[in-house]
């Protein structure tokens, strides 16, 4: 498994903005539910995935963020990696899940 991190940055309005970078499976992808569960225990509104830095995922982040969704007002941000997309689509859950174009797209929904 490759390097990863996970960044989350608090911005005004209550808008919490999660930056997971590299790749994501297995424990790698617990980290991110680690940093969701401490978002869903604060004063955030709003949670964006910022999904255009995460290299390789598999189906351990996509149940994280399944898991999620009840606790937060979720939205990916783009444009998804290919790989994230395709893992969506394929699995059907595409639809339960807010996505927006970039960043900016995602701080106006």
């Not at 979720?74 to 996505?99: E, N, S």
Request: net charge negative; glycine share 8%; aromatic share 2%.
């Amino acid at each position: 498994m490759g390097r990863s991190s996970v960044n989350c940055t608090t911005e005004g309005g209550g808008v919490c903005v999660i930056t997971p970078a590299g790749e994501f499976e297995g424990e790698a992808a617990q980290a991110v539910r680690e940093v969701l569960e401490a978002v869903a225990h604060s004063t955030a509104r709003k949670t964006i995935i910022d999904c255009t830095r995460i290299a390789f995922t598999d189906s351990a982040l996509l149940h994280v963020l399944l898991d999620a969704r009840p606790a937060h007002r979720m939205i990916l941000a783009g444009p998804l990696p290919r790989q994230l997309d395709v893992l969506l689509t394929r699995t059907g859950t595409t639809h339960l899940f807010v996505i927006a174009d970039d960043l900016t797209a995602a701080h106006c929904l």
